[in-house]
C-alpha cells in the first residue's frame, strides 16, 4: 500500500535562513509526488509535483523540492525563509499510473520566527 | 480556487442525526473528491467520482455516501452522525484522471458531532 511520512511534526526556522521539510514515500513504481500547503482556516493550496524529469522541481512563493530516487524522498526546501511561510506543509504521493487517489503525509507545521 | 464552493462552512448536529454536505464547482471538472483532515492523519480520501452518478469508495468510506446527479455538485452525506465524524471536511477537482494532475481543494466545512 502507498504511504507518505513526514518525520516532522513542527520545523522552526529563523527569517532569512534556508528550510527543509521532509518527506518520504513508499510508492510501486514511479510516483507522483506534490507538496500542498495550508494557511489557517483554508483549504490546501498546490505548491509543486514532481511527475518526471530533472529531480529539482521548483514550484510558487520560491519553493522547490527535490526528488530522490534511492532515498525515495522529496523533501521541501527554501534558500530565505519568510514570517509569511509559516504555515501546515502536506506532502502527497500517488501513483503513477492509473486513477489519481492521492495519500498524504501527517504534515508538519513550519514556524518561522522573526 | 478553483472555483470551488462548500456548505455549510460550519455545523454542530447530535449523535444519530442525517448531515448533508455540499460541494459546488462552477468549471465542470469531471474528477471530484471527499475527504477529511484529522490531527495525526493528514488528509485521508472517504469517497471520489469520476463522472454525473460514478462514484467509488476511498480509504474511510464507512459511515458515508456519496452522490453526484449534476457535474458540479458532489454531496457528502454521513447517514446516522457519530463523534468519530467531527472533522474537517475538504472537497477538491482534479483537471484530469492521469495522476500527474495536481488538486485544487475547497475551503474545508467543519462538522461538529455532539
Known amino acids: 500500500a502507498q504511504s507518505v511520512a513526514q518525520p516532522e511534526d513542527q520545523v522552526n526556522v529563523a527569517e532569512g535562513n534556508p528550510l527543509t521539510v521532509k518527506c518520504t514515500y513508499s510508492v510501486s513504481g514511479n510516483p507522483y509526488l506534490f507538496w500542498y500547503v495550508q494557511y489557517p482556516n483554508r483549504g490546501l493550496q498546490f505548491l509543486l509535483k514532481y511527475i518526471t524529469g530533472d529531480n529539482l522541481v521548483k514550484g510558487s512563493y520560491g519553493f522547490e523540492a527535490e526528488f530522490n530516487k534511492s532515498q525515495t524522498s522529496f523533501h521541501l526546501k527554501k534558500p530565505s525563509a519568510l514570517v509569511s511561510d509559516s504555515a501546515l506543509y502536506f506532502c502527497a504521493a500517488a501513483k503513477g499510473t492509473g486513477f489519481q487517489k492521492l495519500v498524504f503525509g501527517t504534515g508538519t507545521r513550519l514556524l518561522v520566527s522573526p | 480556487d478553483a472555483g470551488i464552493t462548500q456548505s455549510p462552512r460550519h455545523k454542530v448536529t447530535e449523535t444519530g442525526t442525517p448531515v448533508t454536505l455540499r460541494c459546488h464547482q462552477t468549471e465542470n471538472h469531471r474528477y471530484m473528491y471527499w475527504y477529511r483532515q484529522d490531527p495525526g492523519h493528514g488528509l485521508r480520501l472517504i469517497h471520489y467520482?469520476?463522472?454525473?452518478?460514478?462514484?467509488d469508495k476511498g480509504e474511510v468510506s464507512d459511515g458515508y455516501s456519496v452522490s453526484r446527479s449534476k457535474t458540479e455538485d458532489f454531496l457528502l452525506t454521513l447517514e446516522s452522525a457519530t463523534s468519530s465524524q467531527t472533522s474537517v471536511y475538504f472537497c477538491?477537482?482534479?483537471?484530469?484522471?492521469?495522476?500527474?494532475?495536481?488538486?485544487?481543494f475547497g475551503p474545508g466545512t467543519r462538522l461538529t458531532v455532539t
Open positions: 477538491a477537482i482534479s483537471l484530469g484522471e492521469a495522476g500527474g494532475n495536481e488538486q485544487y
Open positions: 467520482s469520476y463522472g454525473v452518478k460514478d462514484t
